[in-house]
């Protein structure tokens, strides 16, 4: 069909008359259409067939001569209404946009009371710290939400402390922590089991209610697998045996998965494989569909995106390929909220995409688990690596040459081996006597142990500011962190001063609603000019 044909109006058609607003048809004047999100859109065609333009207001006629073929209509689009609406609802939130657990208390108490009075959700970042510093936050954090169900804390995966990842589980559970957020698990383990299935019941019609709501991040299939399925059963019978669970809800733990909110991770700042958002999202999202119909779930799995989303041409692509929600981590420890120091946050507001390097996670140091920090401006990540070679390559420090002790000595430690060890020893003792009795008996666990003391200082002195150790911080940091400081740079946003989390989330989200009414137009025919995908970060209500 010809143009001409299809731009005049025709006899039954509707067509769509200005108020006064023309209809846009040049590439300015349809970005300006475009950033107009909350309002309808008209469709139309071009009085002298000059291609699909779009109108804002006006009425719709059943034929005119004055007006123009009207070819369809988007309706208005809303930051909130990105995701699945079905996130906002189960956990009491606007948007479906979650600020990350950073560990070590950097997704501080402050961070996540802010995102929960701004109707979004955020989780405490209780990874890495002693388990009274966790009471402490969730007391916090309980008296200054009260009756809100949006927000939540961390429980890390704790492999080489299993009485410690057994005693925050069972920390959150007694304090009613509303949302618990599962990470760098590769197995499940007796402590995130009974968090998903201790208190479930059934409301009055017969479904499945949970008193605790379980995100797990993943970042793995064979990993989200377990979480979509329900608990295994030897898990929730062991469980029920120690009296940690009730026959009842060990009898509908069978019926639900481990987890309704599974966010899958790709190239984040922290525990990660790396691998590309467009990769693994399509993978995760028919898992969930083959095993919702393998186990005739009555309620979808949600999937959430994480890793690599530092723009608002990011976020609005991870909600292209299906998030349910989002997960943002790097580019909140430069917030004003963030727990990081602030010499920490001017490192971070520097950083650019390529300055960031895998090294030896603390937690996992002896399986060779790595995970993603700042390169630019610490040497961290090298001297770690350092480390993780000795310990790969001896038995014991004594099995050290003598000349890479006296350097390690100089440069990681600053201070004697044995001196460390004494203070480490002192450490462990009080936390896990069990670790001291077995490095007096392996000696290359007491290296690993005196290693791992560097690996978990690091990040300490990152963010208590100690400028002695400036070289050594350790800060975990994905490529997202240098993507949104390019995007930021000469906004408001471009300072960690200015940058609260709220309006870091808020500007991602009302960016990624922009780009994607641009996109919507583009599918429909309007040649949409390149700068109507941009959106520049403006302070936001």
Same mark, same amino acid.
């Given at each position: ?44 065609? =071009? ?112 492999? $080489? ?21 599962? $990470? ?41 697998? &377990? ?105 909140? &420890?430069?917030?004003?909220? =963030? ?203």
């Amino acid at each position: 069909m010809g143009t001409d044909v299809l731009a005049r109006p025709l006899a039954g058609t509707a067509v769509w008359v200005p108020d006064g607003r023309p209809a846009a048809f040049r590439g300015d004047q349809i970005t300006a259409h475009a950033a107009r999100i909350r309002e309808p859109l008209h469709l139309v065609a =071009s009085s002298t067939g000059h291609g699909v333009g779009v109108g804002i207001g006006g009425t719709v006629t059943g034929g005119s001569a004055d007006g123009h073929r009207l070819l369809g209509l988007l309706p208005a689009l809303y930051p909130e209404w990105l995701g699945d609406r079905s996130f906002n609802e189960a956990h009491g939130a606007r948007f479906p946009y979650v600020a990350g657990e950073m560990a070590g208390g950097i997704a501080t108490t402050a961070m996540v009371i802010a995102m929960a009075r701004a109707d979004m959700l955020g989780f405490f970042g209780a990874g890495g710290l002693p388990v009274e510093r966790v009471e402490r936050a969730v007391a916090e954090l309980k008296a200054a939400l009260p009756g809100r169900a949006n927000w939540g804390v961390n429980l890390i995966h704790s492999p $080489s402390e299993p009485a410690t990842e057994d005693a925050v589980a069972a920390l959150l559970l007694e304090a009613g922590v509303p949302a618990v957020s599962a $990470s760098a698990f590769m197995e499940l383990t007796p402590a995130v089991v009974r968090l998903a299935a201790h208190g479930l019941t059934r409301d009055a019609g017969g479904r499945v209610r949970r008193r605790t709501r379980i995100f797990a991040k993943v970042s793995r299939p064979e990993v989200a697998e &377990q979480f979509m399925r329900p608990a295994p059963a030897h898990l929730v019978r062991a469980l029920v045996e120690r009296g940690h669970l009730t026959h009842a809800e060990a009898e509908l733990a069978a019926s639900v998965p481990v987890a309704e909110d599974i966010t899958v991770e790709a190239d984040s700042g922290g525990h990660t494989d790396n691998r590309a958002l467009t990769v693994v999202m399509p993978i995760m999202l028919a898992l969930r569909a083959r095993l919702t119909g393998e186990h005739r779930y009555d309620r979808p799995i949600r999937i959430g995106a994480a890793g690599g989303l530092g723009t608002p041409g990011a976020v609005a692509a991870a909600f292209a390929l299906g998030a349910a929600y989002v997960v943002t981590g790097s580019v909140n &420890q430069a917030s004003v909220e =963030s727990g990081m120091s602030e010499d920490g946050k001017a490192m971070l507001s520097g950083a650019g995409m390529a300055d960031v390097v895998m090294a030896p996670a603390a937690d996992m140091f002896e399986l060779g688990v790595k995970l993603q920090v700042l390169r630019r401006g610490t040497m961290f990540a090298f001297r770690a690596a350092q480390l993780h070679q000795v310990y790969t390559a001896h038995g014991s420090w004594d099995e050290v040459p003598e000349q890479t002790r006296a350097k390690i000595e100089r440069t990681q430690l600053k201070a004697s081996y044995a001196d460390v060890w004494a203070g480490t020893r002192a450490f462990w003792l009080e936390r896990d006597p069990e670790q001291v009795a077995r490095a007096e008996r392996d000696p290359r666990h007491q290296m690993a142990l005196v290693f791992r003391w560097y690996l978990g200082m690091s990040s300490r002195w990152a963010v208590e500011n100690d400028g002695t150790r400036r070289t050594d911080y350790q800060i975990w940091c994905g490529p997202a962190m240098g993507a949104f400081n390019d995007w930021a740079g000469g906004s408001f946003l471009a300072e960690p001063a200015g940058r609260s989390v709220v309006q870091i989330a808020r500007n991602l989200l009302e960016g990624a609603a922009v780009i994607t009414r641009a996109q919507q137009l583009r599918s429909h025919g309007v040649e949409v000019p390149d700068a109507a995908f941009a959106f520049d970060p403006r302070p936001l209500d």
